[in-house]
């Protein structure tokens, strides 16, 4: 089945720029999405349409997309950034498909 | 602003199915929003289960299709998840969510949830 990857962790210092990337062989053809999940927490929606920040999202966090890999870019990073981040994408077939996550540190 | 609220047994026999509620208040479920199921075994990522429209339409996950029934009741608001023959591979934390109202500039719809419930943890164990 269709997968799309993400690193299991990143590690950033606050005021650092964090990249957390998604890779996947159908991300050309199908838009990703970004979600933050804090902990005991509902995932909240971050990034839409590979590049689009819903209303009330800070603009320190941004998408990018480039040939098989998108990337969410979380500039000057806060201690409150602290978090599970997931991607997700759709396969061949339209079935929804999220990343395993990426475990952000604030060290 | 939507709100979302699973409900239902937090321990289910191997064998057994599984039935949550997802009840939506402070907003329509039979608006044009569709409502998705996607649950999270613990410690490791999300898994879609599958979606539902007011009018009763679905989409599921292949890989969970043989087994998954969602259906909604309009009258109370709420849309419901069945999951039968569970075995310890199913224990998670399932949510509900709302597949947000976004679009493309060719009118597509896009496959975001943009408000989601707290979850509610479901164990399979005998």
């Known amino acids: 089945s269709y997968e799309v990857t993400q690193p299991p962790s990143v590690s950033v210092s606050p005021g650092q720029t964090a990249r957390i990337t998604c890779s996947g062989d159908?991300?050309?053809?199908?838009?990703a999405y970004w979600y933050q999940q804090k902990a005991g927490q509902a995932p909240v929606v971050l990034i839409y349409?590979?590049?689009e920040r819903p209303s009330g999202i800070p603009e320190r966090f941004s998408g990018s997309s480039s040939g098989t890999t998108v990337t969410l870019t979380i500039s000057g990073v806060q201690a409150e950034d602290e978090a599970d981040y997931f991607c997700?994408?759709?396969?061949?077939?339209?079935?929804?498909?999220f990343g395993g996550g990426t475990k952000l540190t604030v060290l | 602003q939507v709100q979302l609220q699973e409900s239902g047994p937090g321990l289910v026999k191997p064998s057994g199915t599984l039935s949550l509620t997802c009840a939506v208040s402070?907003?329509?479920?039979?608006?044009?929003?569709?409502w998705s199921w996607v649950r999270q075994p613990p410690g490791k990522g999300l898994e879609w289960i599958g979606e539902?429209?007011?009018?009763?339409?679905?989409n599921y996950n292949p890989s969970l299709k043989s087994r998954v029934t969602i259906s909604v009741d309009k009258s109370k608001n709420h849309f419901s998840l069945k999951l039968r023959s569970v075995t310890a591979a199913d224990t998670a934390v399932y949510h509900c969510?709302?597949?947000?109202?976004?679009?493309?500039?060719?009118?597509?719809?896009?496959?975001?949830?943009?408000?989601w419930g707290q979850g509610t943890l479901v164990t399979v164990s005998s």
């Open positions: 969510a709302r597949r947000g109202p976004y679009y493309d500039s060719s009118g597509s719809y896009l496959k975001v949830l943009d408000y």
């Open positions: 997700q994408s759709a396969d061949s077939s339209g079935t929804w498909v």
């Open positions: 539902i429209f007011h009018s009763g339409s679905t």
């Open positions: 159908a991300l050309p053809n199908h838009y």
């Open positions: 402070i907003g329509s479920i039979s608006g044009s929003n569709w």
């Open positions: 349409k590979d590049t």
